[in-house]
Every structure is written in structure tokens, then in C-alpha cells.
């Protein structure tokens, strides 16, 4: 039997109504001759209310109670979906992570799946189930306790059980209808993509375009998991949404398939430093020790011997890097002038795999910024994709300028 | 080291607030040299809340799937309950039923306990750990599938867990602040108790003194295990709350220790029925078989060869036994002109271990309810109760002449 595997988030189970309506989608794919299993989160606003709980409990909570806590809305709407398939006469039951077992490591509140033995389903599947509805989000770690694997894990337990059941598509319904060539808030011109290759997704996903938590897009990659993003909101036909699959499923694809921004960058520059051989360790070694993501990096050009340093990093890493840096200083590893932070800037980036074999990208996209008289403060480039920090007030100016250069609203 | 349970109900956790003092309460059990079995109940509401979607969801509901919904309650405030001692510096951490595990019956919905393995709470016992908190109301089955205990399971998880690991006491915090002698809103001279026997306990909790589940008082005498309810809103001393103990622990009873009312029952007469031997049998066995629970029962005197019978039971039973004794009738197997049913009576006894060696209890409480005018439609009596259906507007009236004869404002 041909086995699909079906995630609703939050806004797509938030009360009894909207779990029928996600039960009659599962009962459509049943009737089409699938065994589903459903990985449902929990009602949206559900996992905020108890993550408050645990805040205002403790500020150094035990990340095992917080993971106790935290899984419990998961399981009411697994058990609601199972109840709400019986009553449509679906053969169904419920699952909880330790129940499966979904084993974990113990590393709680961002535990990492080890492994998904696949016996105990598919034995109710050979009795007859049809539908096996699985708590998203939670898993069980080596010593018997509950664990959840980080804000957004239902994506991710959604794509592992794709991977252990050799699922025939994952289709994750969402209250977006797909993934878009940026973000629709930004400009009208914003196209849903039918396909994007894995690679794109988690560029773009990691770049502000929150529809999937990266994560599970980068499993999805390493197990060549089909995923699909749907609406649970719309009807739609089953060429709906966005289907993020393998570069090579892709056909033909565009130089860039998408721009993405985030305001959730920092500039900073380590001013006057002095140009020798390991002083870009000396900088990035202690940032890393202290947690903080450095993403872009941009060394100046060298004067009488000092140069400037500058990278971004997230917004609220800021204090972060500076007292890492501060305190490198103090012990007189490191020699600088002063640090400046910029946080007034958004990183913009085009995407595409399309960019591996077509050149002039780059080009054009500082062209189009210029012709909009934007300044370019920091440049990265990977294969697959170049970034831009500009002033934060050009943030829609460029998108809207970039998606039109590169004529995105076209299929 | 000495082992205490203490167990608080929904309004004792309603908020992290509630947990806090709840918490400071098991602190201080801690400070006195004892380790402590924390068990929680749902905060008050959700547990309503949760019954609420499954009934939305489905009438003719899965009780395993109800299980796994309901049950999350109660795993919320395990862990926050866990996560405030610890801010207090006090070890703990946090079980769920199958954690422990609490193995059940697999009769879901109104599970019934089989084993709880003391093991592993006692390993963390000796590890330093100072309290075990255990969520209420849940176990798990043989199959591996979650279940609960019904409605005020947790009363009875309490009881459970002072018997396996042989706890000094089992003190249940609750919003009030003992047993009384009557309902203290019927009248204002009902007095706490400081102790009751678990026999006089179970006979006012069955008649709707609604301070514990009856389950857990059965229990809590089977096992002979000292049980305190106590007000957890209160500053109290030691020896605050009501003890339910031994009749052995109880040095001098007087002959009725309380006067409890019932507004739940309604009395039926089956008019006209053959006076034969068996027929007794004939009526009681199929209303047994269709669920309904007789409480009291009486024949009236026989003329010219036919009787009434006239019965107790719970009034929203009512419907359940007409259609029983309609069905009877029917098959041929019973004959009777009519069945009356008078939804409109009160049930009230008098309860009192001091009872069996004391006599006269029955003159005086009938001549009492005369003095007041307030005729008997029927009696029933046990060893350590008299009760008796009455008009039900005369329930107040009743209790405060009955409350005042026995003197039971003195202790």
C-alpha cells in the first residue's frame, strides 16, 4: 500500500472545526488508496501558553520539565484527529513519540532524532488501520524521559517519519499556500513557485521565509524526501502548493527563483585591528565560543599596517559578540579601537540554482541596486545565491527593484 | 527516611501562583526531614476544557483516544510543579503514569490501578532527590496505551502511591478545609471534623459530601492508610484539616458524627405488581443489568394478592429504569399497572460509627423529623447509617432539626 505523510500546524488544528477539515483532507487520500500517517502540532497559541508557564515558573528551567510541559498540547490534538477519522468511519488511532518510540539523543528542548523503528505502526497498518496519527514535536530520550526537538520540530518529525516509512510524498499543510518568489507582504508581483529545489529552500528558509523550520528541509534533502507545502485553508487540487524536491526533478530553472529579506541582521565592524596572518581567528574563534551565528564577513582594505573588520550577526546577538570581543580585548589576545554596531540595515538576497551555470547575476543585481541609488554596505556570495546588507528604509525598494530585474512574476 | 504524599487538586494548581504556594507547602515537608510524592491534579478547568473537544468531536467517543486527550492536564502541572521546587531549591523532577509506571486495567476511562512499582522513584530517592512529582488521574495499560482512573482519579493515584510506598500519611489539599459534620451552607453551626472513620467517610462521600472520590477512601481503608484533607488556601498548623483513619484510631465516637442531604436521587414505584415469591428479583435484576444503581428499597404492605414495590435511584437514571421495566414487562416476564416516578424528594442520613454500640438513633432522629412535620416516604438503614426520602423542600429544614438533635455542633 502507497503511504503518504500528512503534517497540519497550529493554525490548521487550532479548534475541533478545523481538525474536521483537516480529517476529511486525510480521509480524501485514504479514499484514494493511501495509508497516512498524520503528524499534527498542537493548537496554535497552545505551545506559547505553556512555554509561558514554564518562563514564569523559572528563568533557568530544567529543559526535562520544560520538554514535559511543552509536549503535552501535541497529544490532545493527536488524540482529537484520531477521534475525528473514527467518527468518519477512518480506522485510526493515535500516537505519542515515546509511544512509537521516536528515539532521540537527550539533548532536551533541541533533541535530534536517532532513530524511528517503523514495527509497531506498520503492524496496526497490516491489522487494518488506516491511519496512523503521530504527536508532532516530541520524541523519548535514552533514559525514558520526554523530549522535544526545538520550536518548529513537527516539520521535522513530519519529514523523519517521510524518511523511515519511505513515504511516498510529505505534504505539509500550513495557512500559506506555498512557497513564493519573496514575500507577498512586499510586493503584489510576489508568484507561487511550483517547484524549488531543496538547496533554494534552505536559503531561503534561512533567510526569513518562515514556512518550513530548516531543519526538516535539510533531512528532507539527505533523505530525498518529496515535500509538498499546502494550505489547509483552500480547496485545492493536488498540483496545489509548493513541491520541494531534488535539483534534479527540476527541469529547467531560472538564474534566481526567489529574493528573500530579513531585518534581523546586525552590521558590525571591529574597528582597527592589526592586519597580521590569524587575526581573522583571533575575532571569529571567540564569536563562535560565545554562540554567536556570524553569517557575512567583509575584511577592509589594509592601512599602515590596521584594517577594519566587519560582519553581521543576528539583531539580538549583538551584546553577545560585543562582550566576547570586549573580553579577548581585556586579556590582551586581541587589539582594537572600538566596536560599531549598525543595527539599522536588512540583509537581501536572490536565489536560485539556476546560478551554477548562469553568470551575470551578480552584475545585474548591483546594477538594479544602484540604478535605485541603494548602497551596498557588505557583499556574500555562495553557489547558489548572493546577499546584500543595504540600509533597512531600502528594504522593499530592493525586493520590489530585484523581483522586476529578474522577472519573477513570470513562470 | 520517613515518606509523606501530598496531593493537590486543580484549584491547588490553577496558575504558576497556586503552584508556588503549593510548592511552599512541600517545602516545608522537606525541611521536616521527610521525602515527599507530589501528586497533581489538572489546573482546575482543563481538565473540563479537554472533555469538552472529545465530546465535540465524537458522542460514541474511543475512551483509549479520550485517555490520551484528557490526560495531558495533569502532565502540565507535574512539570511545573517540578521546575518551582527546584527554583526553591528543592530536588525534583516530574513522572508521568507510564513514567513510573502506574500499570492499570485496561479498562479506559475508569482504569483501575493493578501495580505501582516503587523502584525507580526510590533509586532517585537515594540519588538526593527530595520530591516525586507524579501526575494524577493516569496510568498505563497492558498494551502500552495511556489511561485514566475517571473523574477525581487523582484522589485515588494519592492513596495508591502512600500504600505502595508506605507513606506516614496522604494529605489531600483541596479549597476546603475538612470534612464537616454537615454542609456548612445548610447551616452555619456545622463544625469540622478532626477525625473520621474511613467507614463514616465513605458513607457521607457516597451521599454527596464531595470531598474525595469514594474510590480512594475504599482504598485508603483497605490498606489502612492514614488520609488528611486540608485546605491549601490556609495557614494551618500540624494538626489542621480532617483525619480519615482507623475506627481503631478513633478513641470515643459519639453515635452520629454527621448529617448529610442528597438532592441526586428519585424515588419509583412500580404500581400493582403480582405479590409472588421472586418477584423481587424480577425487578431489581433487569434494572442491575441496565446499569441503574437501586439505593433504597421497599415493598409496600400486600392486598388481595398485589403489592408496590418502591425504589431509590439516581435521578438522572430515571429514564434508564422506565425503559428496563417497560422492557421487562413487554417480553412478559414482569406485570405491573404503572410506574411512578417523584423526581421532587431529598435523601437524609444520619452517619455514625458510634452507631453499633449506641441505640436508640433511629427513635430519635424519626421523632425529631416529626416534631417538624416532615413526613418519611421511605427508610433504609446500615450498621453506621439511617436515611431516610423526604419531601425535598424540607431538606434544610431536616438537616438543621437532625444537626441539633444530635448535638453535633459540640465536639
Chains 1, 2 share one sequence.
Not at 493527536?78 to 539523543?105: F, H, N, Y
Not at 537581501?348 to 548602497?375: C, H, P, W, Y
Request: glycine share 8%.
Amino acid at each position: 500500500m502507497p503511504l503518504l505523510v500528512m503534517k497540519f500546524g497550529g493554525t490548521s488544528v487550532a479548534n475541533t472545526d478545523r481538525i474536521r477539515r483537516a480529517a476529511k483532507r486525510v480521509g480524501r487520500e485514504v479514499a484514494n488508496g493511501y495509508d497516512v500517517i498524520v503528524i499534527v502540532s498542537a493548537m496554535s497559541g497552545e505551545t506559547n501558553k505553556l512555554v509561558g508557564y514554564v518562563e514564569e515558573t523559572s528563568q533557568l528551567y530544567d529543559a526535562r520539565e520544560y520538554d514535559a510541559v511543552v509536549s503535552s498540547g501535541e497529544q490532545v490534538t493527536a488524540g482529537l484527529m484520531a477521534l475525528t477519522l473514527q467518527e468518519m468511519d477512518v480506522p485510526a488511532r493515535s500516537w505519542q513519540g515515546w509511544q512509537v518510540p521516536l528515539k532521540t539523543t537527550n539533548a532536551h528542548a533541541a533533541a535530534r532524532i536517532v532513530e524511528i523503528p517503523t514495527e509497531n505502526i506498520m503492524a496496526k497498518f497490516g491489522e487494518g488501520m488506516k491511519v496512523a496519527v503521530v504527536a508532532g514535536f516530541q520524541g523519548i530520550a535514552p533514559d525514558g524521559r520526554v523530549t522535544t526537538l526545538g520550536r518548529g520540530g513537527s516539520d521535522t518529525t513530519a519529514v523523519a517519519f517521510a524518511a523511515a516509512f519511505e513515504a511516498e510524498r510529505c505534504d505539509i499543510y500550513t495557512d500559506v499556500d506555498g512557497v513564493y518568489t519573496t514575500d507577498p507582504r512586499i510586493t503584489s508581483k510576489a508568484r507561487k513557485l511550483e517547484k524549488v529545489a531543496f538547496e533554494e529552500m534552505l536559503e531561503l528558509a534561512s533567510l526569513g521565509a518562515k514556512v518550513l523550520q530548516t531543519r526538516s528541509v535539510e533531512l528532507a534533502m539527505r533523505y530525498n524526501v518529496r515535500l509538498r507545502v499546502l494550505s489547509s485553508f483552500e480547496e485545492q487540487s493536488d498540483e496545489a502548493g509548493t513541491l520541494i524536491c531534488a535539483e534534479e526533478d527540476i527541469v529547467e530553472s531560472k538564474a534566481v527563483n526567489g529574493v528573500a529579506a530579513s531585518r534581523e541582521e546586525a552590521k558590525m565592524t571591529v574597528i582597527s585591528v592589526a592586519d597580521r596572518p590569524g587575526i581573522a581567528a583571533a575575532i571569529f574563534g571567540p564569536l563562535s565560543e560565545a554562540g554567536v551565528n556570524v553569517d557575512m564577513i567583509v575584511q577592509n582594505i589594509s592601512e599602515e599596517g590596521r584594517t577594519d573588520m566587519t560582519f553581521s550577526c543576528p539583531i539580538n546577538q549583538v551584546a553577545r559578540a560585543e562582550k566576547a570581543l570586549n573580553d579577548v580585548k581585556e586579556k590582551g589576545d586581541l587589539n582594537f579601537r572600538e566596536i560599531v554596531a549598525d543595527t539599522d540595515v536588512a540583509k537581501i538576497s536572490v536565489v536560485g540554482i539556476g546560478m551554477r551555470s548562469q553568470s551575470g547575476v551578480a552584475a545585474k543585481m548591483f546594477q538594479t541596486l544602484r540604478d535605485e541609488n541603494i548602497n551596498i554596505k557588505v557583499i556574500a556570495t555562495s553557489e547558489i545565491k548572493i546577499s546584500v546588507l543595504v540600509d533597512r528604509k531600502y528594504t522593499e525598494l530592493a525586493v520590489q527593484a530585484l523581483h522586476d530585474a529578474f522577472e519573477l512574476e513570470k513562470a
